[in-house]
């Protein structure tokens, strides 16, 4: 079983002072019973002085009816048990006792024993050595005290008296007094300290259980409670102040420890937050890079390969297409065979236009940069664009920034840079829909962009990993598949980036991102539209 604080306390408390009022209890009885012995052997010696003096003078006058008498009257007193005169022989002459008298008493008897008890015969003694206790058979305890009859002068010169004056000693006058009376002042002073002692425990132990409730549990409780909460993580509670003392320095130093607890946990929990962000923003970076690494080595591998083929596919080309044309243009040509010739020259110029693509990707010549403005090249690739019939059910929506800074930039190559994703805009739209183009700065960044939304069909998202790599297209039958991949590299070239987001069926944004190096001019004027939103079919 458990004891709590307050029940240890009182337990221990309780113990240590009944132990000590125990003790002090055991000396008080000690000394008051030696104190009522004194007093009563004190007593005894008064009545036995008060009998020699009272029948002093019937002694003289040898008045021995009386002077029995007297000691009868005496020894019947309340505290007297009895009262007996024994002559220097030994032999009691007179006891309240009748039965007593006429014995003699040995020398060496508890009565005699005081003055003759030693090696030499005792005339004084004092009342402390001339006093005895006895029990009586039915377990009663008296005093006795014996008091030597001297034979003084008044004595020896009486003439009824025939005491020689060489007889120091008369007789003994030995009184017995009950100590009953002692025994019930113990008995009440017993009872009496033992009643004061339960009290005195009782209610010192009410005291202790309250002010240890008071000023120590209730503390080691609540300090208790918020070392449990402490060791569940709850770092919101406190400890109510205690008074100004030591559990109220400890009180304070727990609340103390709390909050740099709750401090550390939060810059900890912050720390872990952050580390995350930047552990996240790291890996999609890393993983960025990577792609684009992966990218730019499988594009100058392919470059390598491309520029080699093209040109081996090239003359081959060349030849054909001439021979074709002098076929064509003899007089000699069967006309059934003038198709057949229309058909090899209209694959043949394919081809050629496929070589041309081909030739562009693996050049990638290096931009010849020079101040321009991204909203005049945007302008530029939509007057290419918007006349085709593919953008005549296009409706064209320009939301251009006003007073862009002038950009160092190859015009031409990102000029094809948009007009490539136009067409690719114009298709997945079928010839009919929105185009949104979109020009601006992201200060935080330092680039400019050029946002161009469609409402197509949008690009699945299993193939936006893959719309950047050569040859890899979703027409079926028209496009070479190297548009988005001489794009991407163009604007690499530049330092920037190209960012896609598509949504099967709803539409696809791609964000042309160039880096923002102002020319040392001022920025360059806008044109009319420049920083208002227009909107007109192509």
Excluded at 1 to 22: D, H, P, Q
Excluded at 31 to 48: F, N, P, T, Y
Excluded at 263 to 281: S, Y
Excluded at 368 to 389: G, T
Aim: net charge negative; with cysteine.
């Amino acid at each position: 079983m458990r004891l709590n604080l307050i029940s240890k306390l009182a337990l221990a408390s309780g113990l240590v002072l009944l132990c000590t009022i125990a003790l002090f209890a055991y000396l008080n009885l000690r000394s008051l019973k030696g104190l009522l012995l004194q007093e009563a052997i004190a007593e005894a010696d008064r009545v036995s002085e008060t009998i020699i003096r009272t029948t002093h003078n019937q002694m003289l006058r040898d008045d021995r009816p009386l002077f029995y008498k007297t000691i009868q009257e005496l020894g019947a007193q309340q505290g007297v048990e009895r009262i007996r005169l024994i002559n220097k022989t030994g032999r009691i002459i007179f006891s309240t006792d009748d039965a007593e008298i006429g014995t003699v008493l040995s020398k060496y008897s508890e009565v005699c024993g005081v003055c003759h008890g030693g090696p030499q015969l005792l005339l004084t003694a004092s009342s402390m050595h001339r006093s005895r206790r006895f029990f009586a058979p039915s377990g009663e305890e008296f005093l006795g005290i014996t008091n030597a009859i001297y034979n003084e002068e008044s004595c020896y010169t009486a003439s009824c008296h025939f005491h020689p004056e060489k007889l120091k000693v008369l007789g003994v006058l030995d009184v017995v007094v009950p100590l009953d009376r002692m025994h019930s002042l113990i008995v009440a002073y017993r009872d009496r300290m033992l009643f004061l002692t339960l009290l005195l425990i009782t209610l010192t132990s009410i005291s202790l259980t309250f002010f240890t409730q008071k000023l120590v549990n209730r503390p080691v409780r609540e300090l208790l409670k918020h070392t449990h909460m402490l060791s569940r993580g709850e770092l919101d509670g406190s400890v109510p102040s205690f008074a100004n003392d030591e559990l109220g320095e400890l009180a304070d130093s727990f609340n103390a420890m709390t909050l740099n607890l709750k401090k550390a946990r939060e810059e900890l929990e912050g720390w872990g937050r952050d580390l995350e962000q930047m552990v996240q923003q790291r890996t999609l970076e890393v993983t960025r890079m990577q792609a684009q690494l992966i990218r730019s080595e499988k594009l100058a591998s392919l470059g390598e390969l491309v520029a080699g083929i093209a040109h081996e596919i090239n003359n081959p080309l060349t030849g054909i297409m001439v021979f074709s044309s002098l076929i064509q243009s003899a007089p000699t040509l069967d006309p059934a065979l003038k198709r057949d010739i229309e058909t090899v020259l209209r694959e043949t110029k394919r081809c050629a236009e496929i070589v041309k693509g081909l030739l562009e990707f693996a050049r990638c010549a290096p931009p010849q940069k020079a101040p321009c403005s991204l909203n005049e090249i945007s302008d530029a690739a939509l007057e290419l664009v918007r006349h085709q019939i593919l953008f005549q059910d296009v409706t064209i929506v320009r939301q251009y920034a006003g007073r862009l800074p002038a950009l160092h930039l190859d015009s031409n190559q990102i000029e094809q840079v948009l007009v490539n994703m136009f067409v690719n805009a114009g298709h997945a739209m079928m010839g009919e829909g929105m185009l949104i183009v979109v020009t601006g700065l992201d200060q935080k960044t330092a680039t400019a962009f050029v946002k161009i939304t469609d409402n197509g069909c949008g690009i699945p998202e299993a193939n936006l990993d893959k719309i950047f790599d050569p040859f890899f297209s979703t027409k079926s039958s028209k496009g070479t598949g190297l548009g988005l991949s001489v794009s991407y590299g163009i604007v690499q070239e530049h330092g920037g980036r190209i960012e896609v987001e598509s949504q099967e069926g709803v539409g696809t944004t791609f964000t042309v991102l160039l880096p923002m190096h102002p020319a040392p001019s001022a920025s360059l004027p806008a044109p009319d539209d420049a920083g208002a939103e227009s909107s007109a079919p192509a």
